[in-house]
């Protein structure tokens, strides 16, 4: 399926991508309403950064997996496009029981030194692999994120300014976010960039249909499809 009404904000993207190739660390959160198309974003960004010859690694936050300390990051270093040395140092640092037993902390209050530890070999391992390769991390649907892996994540985008380290947050603003102060802490970064998808126009609605249907049909049906779906 093509993107419709996306090209400015896939533009955006692109140009954060190329920005952090040189060595500039970039932080950005796509915001939108239930089925905008955050996802088809991220799907189209992944075959950006891969034309650019990026590690990218990927999750996807789930309201039931919310509890499971360290969710969001187990999907990430289980990554086939990360080496295998990666990957195992990774998913061993994150069997580390004081990972493992940390609660959901909706106030991001600071970590135990053991943790902090943890983070920070964690990002050694990261930093250390974009010098090789540049890489994008995204996070689909992070209002659902458990708290030590949005924590980390966290601790990582305030540590990239000078990688080449990009990391791309989408969250659906209808539902409850997963942390109040994910905002904030992000806002205080200078390399932050807020992205907000809008719902598709009218004439928006029309194009997508015109991939399923006949051109005058499409047209004849956007409006009542638009009314309908917003």
């Known amino acids: 399926m093509n993107l419709v009404e996306r090209e400015t904000e896939l533009t955006a993207l692109g140009n954060l991508r190329d920005i952090c190739r040189q060595g500039q660390g970039q932080v950005a959160l796509v915001s939108s309403t239930v089925a905008t198309g955050n996802t088809a974003l991220l799907q ?28 969001v ?105 997963a942390n109040p102060l994910l905002h904030a802490e992000l806002l205080r970064l200078p390399n932050f960039h807020h992205i907000q998808l809008a719902p598709l126009s009218r004439c928006g609605v029309a194009t997508l249909l015109a991939d399923y249907l006949d051109v005058p049909a499409a047209r004849r049906l956007a409006g009542p499809c638009h009314a309908v779906t917003g």
Request: hydrophobic content about 45%; glycine content about 4%; charged content about 20%.
């Open 73 to 177: 990051l187990g999907q990430m270093f289980c990554c086939r496009t990360l080496p295998p040395m990666i990957t195992q140092r990774g998913t061993r640092l994150l069997d580390n029981p004081a990972l493992t037993a940390m609660p959901y902390d909706p106030g991001l209050r600071s970590v135990a030194d053991i943790t902090a530890r943890i983070f920070e070999e964690l990002r050694s391992l990261l930093i250390d692999l974009a010098e090789h390769h540049p890489v994008a991390i995204v996070v689909d649907d992070v209002q659902h994120a458990d708290g030590p892996s949005l924590q980390f994540l966290l601790y990582l985008a305030r540590r990239i300014k000078s990688s080449r380290i990009l990391i791309v947050f989408s969250e659906c603003t209808q539902l409850l976010s």
């Open 44 to 71: 189209a960004l992944r075959a950006r950064v891969a034309e650019a010859d990026f590690v990218y690694l990927d999750a996807v936050a789930s309201r039931t997996e919310r509890a499971m300390p360290m969710g």
